[in-house]
């Protein structure tokens, strides 16, 4: 089975990693990752990105010129992916940049100029209802007619693409998964006696922006009703609410019980993470952002999630997007914007340690049997199976 993935996400090494696994379920299995030659992110990463080859083994990663490069919607490729669709003749085509991509159009019509018969496969994250005008919606519905499968990051987005009049074979499941062998568990003392925590600190972690939409509000307003406990609240990352909180903090004398770790290299993130009693998620859905298509927010994923859950770590999320099925029974989830039933599973876990226990034992369990890279790509290898109705080593 030939496997060509095309998207910006792998000019990242790190993010290839379910697809270096992919490549390593069965010898006949060759992936090719086709990413833009030159990528600018934008945001806090504001250097062009040059895309280089990489080869190991059945895997590779395959730079290709492209047309923007800043804009997911308008990318496109150069005729050097000509060469390539020849030289590789995929079995599956999987393009992760959503339903109205121009790349996944470009992608389906070499596919049928050059009568390669491969499947067709995009990879969406969007979970909230849309209208579309025209060409969009040409495109979008030209798009859908011509694919085989969809993989979606979160069960609204696969119900939305349903009631879209998509009849086809689905697929949920995060793009990315959880590297077990860095996020896992493990003591920290050293990083806990920098930051001067005691062994009766209770450590509530939040990871993440600091935005309104995150639940960074609710969350100070229930940390605010308990002040009889002995947490300490560790907060990772940056945005405009972090004066906000810093003002709350200072009006209630709290300065000492708040922990601000601005920035962090990735690979370090699960330091911090194994410090902690419990990773708090309570995001909240809104209305007040607009895009051309659609309004609205909620939460598509929550990676960092999956990502305590492998440390081990309780996990505490709200009811917003995907966080419900994240979680599942791994966890504690409450209403959206309920402090008085965050505040109820927070109580829980510091009176009750044997809970406590058993909570990250089972986040801990279905964070590896759903959620490692591993995990995710036999999953999309059984999903390529069922689309192709048949085995991989069927491919000479």
């Given at each position: 089975?030939?496997?060509?993935?095309?998207?910006?996400?792998?000019?990242?090494?790190?993010?290839?990693?379910?697809?270096?696994?992919?490549?390593?379920?069965?010898?006949?299995?060759?992936?090719?990752?086709?990413?833009?030659?030159?990528?600018?992110?934008?945001?806090?990463?504001?250097?062009?990105?040059?895309?280089?080859?990489?080869?190991?083994?059945?895997?590779?990663?395959?730079?290709?010129?492209?047309?923007?490069?800043?804009?997911?919607?308008?990318?496109?490729?150069?005729?050097?992916?000509?060469?390539?669709?020849?030289?590789?003749?995929?079995?599956?085509?999987?393009?992760?940049?959503?339903?109205?991509?121009?790349?996944?159009?470009?992608?389906?019509?070499?596919?049928?100029?050059?009568?390669?018969?491969?499947?067709?496969?995009?990879?969406?994250?969007?979970?909230?209802?849309?209208?579309?005008?025209?060409?969009?919606?040409?495109?979008?519905?030209?798009?859908?007619?011509?694919?085989?499968?969809?993989?979606?990051?979160?069960?609204?987005?696969?119900?939305?693409?349903?009631?879209?009049?998509?009849?086809?074979?689905?697929?949920?499941?995060?793009?990315?998964?959880?590297?077990?062998?860095?996020?896992?568990?493990?003591?920290?003392?050293?990083?806990?006696?920098?930051?001067?925590?005691?062994?009766?600190?209770?450590?509530?972690?939040?990871?993440?922006?600091?935005?309104?939409?995150?639940?960074?509000?609710?969350?100070?307003?229930?940390?605010?009703?308990?002040?009889?406990?002995?947490?300490?609240?560790?907060?990772?990352?940056?945005?405009p609410l972090q004066d906000e909180i810093?003002?709350?903090?200072?009006?209630?004398?709290?300065?000492?019980?708040?922990?601000?770790?601005?920035?962090?290299?990735h690979d370090d993130v699960q330091r911090?993470?194994?410090?902690?009693?419990?990773?708090?998620?309570?995001?909240?859905?809104?209305?007040?952002?607009?895009?051309?298509?659609?309004?609205?927010?909620?939460?598509?994923?929550?990676?960092?999630?999956?990502?305590?859950?492998?440390?081990?770590?309780?996990?505490?999320?709200?009811?917003?997007?995907?966080?419900p099925h994240v979680i599942s029974e791994?966890?504690?989830?409450?209403?959206?914007?309920?402090?008085?039933?965050?505040?109820?599973?927070?109580?829980?876990?510091?009176?009750?340690?044997?809970?406590?226990?058993?909570?990250?034992?089972?986040?801990?369990?279905?964070?590896?049997?759903?959620?490692?890279?591993?995990?995710?790509?036999?999953?999309?290898?059984?999903?390529?199976?069922?689309?192709?109705?048949?085995?991989?080593?069927?491919?000479?």
């Open positions: 089975m030939r496997v060509l993935v095309a998207s910006h996400t792998y000019i990242v090494d790190l993010n290839r990693e379910k697809l270096r696994e992919l490549a390593n379920l069965h010898p006949n299995l060759e992936v090719a990752i086709v990413v833009p030659r030159r990528w600018k992110p934008g945001g806090v990463q504001n250097k062009t990105i040059e895309s280089e080859y990489l080869r190991e083994g059945s895997f590779q990663v395959v730079p290709v010129s492209n047309f923007s490069q800043n804009n997911q919607g308008l990318l496109t490729f150069g005729t050097d992916l000509l060469g390539l669709l020849r030289e590789f003749k995929p079995d599956i085509i999987q393009v992760e940049q959503g339903s109205k991509s121009l790349a996944y159009a470009q992608f389906i019509t070499l596919n049928r100029l050059l009568g390669l018969n491969a499947k067709m496969v995009f990879f969406t994250w969007w979970n909230l209802p849309y209208e579309l005008k025209w060409p969009v919606r040409s495109l979008e519905a030209y798009n859908l007619r011509h694919t085989d499968g969809i993989v979606v990051g979160n069960q609204d987005g696969a119900d939305i693409l349903r009631d879209r009049g998509y009849g086809g074979p689905i697929e949920i499941m995060p793009q990315l998964g959880v590297d077990e062998d860095l996020f896992r568990p493990h003591p920290v003392p050293e990083l806990r006696q920098q930051l001067g925590l005691s062994s009766e600190d209770f450590v509530v972690g939040y990871v993440g922006r600091f935005v309104e939409e995150k639940g960074l509000r609710t969350l100070s307003q229930a940390l605010e009703s308990m002040p009889e406990y002995p947490w300490k609240w560790l907060l990772l990352g940056r945005g810093r003002a709350w903090a200072a009006s209630k004398g709290w300065q000492e019980r708040l922990i601000w770790v601005e920035s962090v290299p911090y993470i194994n410090l902690l009693d419990v990773l708090v998620l309570p995001s909240e859905t809104t209305y007040k952002f607009k895009t051309l298509t659609s309004v609205g927010w909620k939460e598509q994923f929550g990676h960092v999630l999956i990502e305590a859950m492998a440390c081990r770590v309780p996990v505490i999320g709200s009811d917003s997007g995907e966080i791994g966890g504690f989830v409450f209403p959206e914007g309920n402090v008085a039933a965050l505040k109820t599973s927070l109580v829980k876990l510091i009176e009750q340690p044997g809970q406590k226990q058993n909570i990250a034992r089972q986040g801990y369990e279905r964070a590896i049997e759903h959620y490692t890279n591993k995990a995710l790509a036999r999953k999309l290898l059984t999903f390529y199976k069922q689309l192709l109705g048949r085995a991989p080593e069927n491919r000479g």
